[in-house]
């Protein structure tokens, strides 16, 4: 069994910082690609960022120079910086790794229980 834990969101004015952290945690032997999600009332869940388990790195154009994704590979934790704010980025936030139990074949798709970031203008 496999855990993500989120922690980090919370009640922010516009312009503002905050960094969320997901921690996996069980039966991992490996992980590959680590993302952040968000869903905002009424909308569909869309991706945030992405990283690789080399480092590579992408983000939502709606984020670009503003969220930064970094992960810390012995501590099977991700993390998203977020500065520079916005009402529009009113949502829960999810982690989402893709890890495995074992050190071969496929891999699995695990979730976090998601925590609010609401930004107040």
């Known amino acids: 069994q496999v855990q993500l834990v989120e922690t980090g969101g919370g009640l922010v004015q516009a312009g503002g910082s905050l960094r969320l952290s997901c921690a996996a945690s069980g039966s991992i032997v490996r992980i590959n690609a680590m993302r952040w999600f968000r869903q905002a009332p009424g909308k569909k869940r869309e991706t945030v960022a992405v990283i690789t388990n080399g480092g590579s790195t992408d983000y939502a154009d709606s984020v670009k120079g503003r969220f930064t994704i970094s992960r810390d590979n012995a501590k099977n934790t991700v993390y998203l910086q977020m500065n520079s704010l916005k009402p529009e980025d009113t949502a829960v936030y999810y982690c989402?790794?893709?890890?495995?139990?074992?050190?071969?074949?496929?891999?699995?798709?695990?979730w976090g229980q998601g925590t609010q970031v609401t930004v107040s203008s």
């Open positions: 989402n790794a893709q890890a495995s139990p074992l050190s071969y074949g496929r891999w699995y798709d695990y």
